[in-house]
């Protein structure tokens, strides 16, 4: 008979004994980072820790979303606190943040009723989140860190566990995704406002976004010559598909985010248009990848064998 091990939780703050010097410092890593990305649906870009606001204020983590949008991330090793409600609050305000996760080991009942009072009264371009940090380990095993979302915005779910316009939307256009595909890539499942699709090459993602303006196709390169050597390729590719309006842009900032970008603005509240849109993600999703994806793949093979030689 198989062994099966035994589960056990652990306080958070047994494993990390201080917030600003040891738990602030892992969270803002990109792997764990990438962790609560996951469990929020929200692409988390260019931590910086510790930041000061004033002489009396420090923010723990500030990133950017996948549009540029200013996040403000306010984490605890304790259980939710009255006073990082209003840290969180003025730390917002002052950076002009519209997202804002705060992350502890536990949350009070009348914590969690302030973040869903916050997303009730704000709209959809405001977020504000709850996350539980879980800790586990199997007998001897090393502790992991679990994310629990315990409090989310409105646009997740609707009244009487129905799903509201977004999210059927993310469901409808993930559905249309998986119906027209057309190549040997992956789509995963939907996040609040994106979905990331897996191509098979370390670093390179499609990411299918909904923003202010309407819908974005968005090739993510990396910044180890990739890009930079597709962009030598531009004309080329900007020729193949003549029917795509594309934007290439390099953002200094990211370290693995330039991109290559096809949009299609419209009015997300005429549902009527939705089907379309859905349409016109799928064709163009199977167009970037016909033309642009060979050719990474050879710019990727070509660099590797550089690095080799060398």
């Not at 609560?36 to 606001?53: C, H, N, Q, V, Y």
């Not at 983590?61 to 304790?78: A, L």
């Amino acid at each position: 008979m198989k062994k099966i091990g035994n589960l056990e939780s652990l306080e958070l703050n047994s494993v990390f004994h201080n917030e600003a010097t040891e738990f602030t410092p892992w969270l803002a890593e990109e792997a764990n980072l990438s962790l609560l990305s996951d469990a929020i649906g929200i692409e988390l870009l260019s931590p910086k820790t510790e930041i000061s606001l004033s002489s009396s204020h420090r923010a723990d983590i500030i990133c950017e979303d996948s549009d540029g949008r200013k996040i403000v991330i306010e984490n605890q090793i304790y259980p939710s606190n009255d006073n990082h409600i209003g840290q969180m609050l003025s730390y917002a305000a002052a950076l002009d943040s519209m997202i804002l996760i705060w992350v502890a080991s536990d949350f009070k009942d009348d914590h969690r009723a302030v973040i869903e009072y916050l997303n009730r009264i704000t709209n959809e371009d405001f977020a504000f989140f709850g996350v539980r940090a879980k800790v586990l380990k199997i007998d001897d095993s090393d502790p992991a860190i679990l994310f629990e979302v315990v409090a989310k915005p409105n646009s997740w779910t609707g009244k009487s566990g129905s799903l509201d316009d977004r999210a059927r939307f993310m469901t409808g256009l993930k559905d249309q995704l998986d119906k027209s595909k057309k190549g040997n890539y992956s789509v995963q499942s939907p996040g609040w406002n994106e979905i990331n699709v897996a191509v098979g090459i370390s670093s390179v993602y499609f990411t299918i976004r909904l923003n202010k303006k309407g819908l974005q196709v968005v090739l993510k390169l990396p910044k180890n010559g990739v890009y930079e050597k597709t962009f030598d390729l531009r004309d080329e590719i900007e020729s193949a598909m003549p029917e795509l309006d594309i934007e290439w842009n390099q953002v200094e900032t990211r370290k693995y985010h330039d991109q290559i970008i096809a949009q299609s603005n419209f009015d997300f509240h005429q549902t009527e248009v939705w089907g379309g849109r859905f349409q016109w993600a799928a064709d163009t999703l199977n167009r970037m990848y016909t033309v642009i994806i060979p050719k990474v793949r050879e710019i990727v093979k070509s660099l590797k064998k550089e690095i080799t030689m060398s």
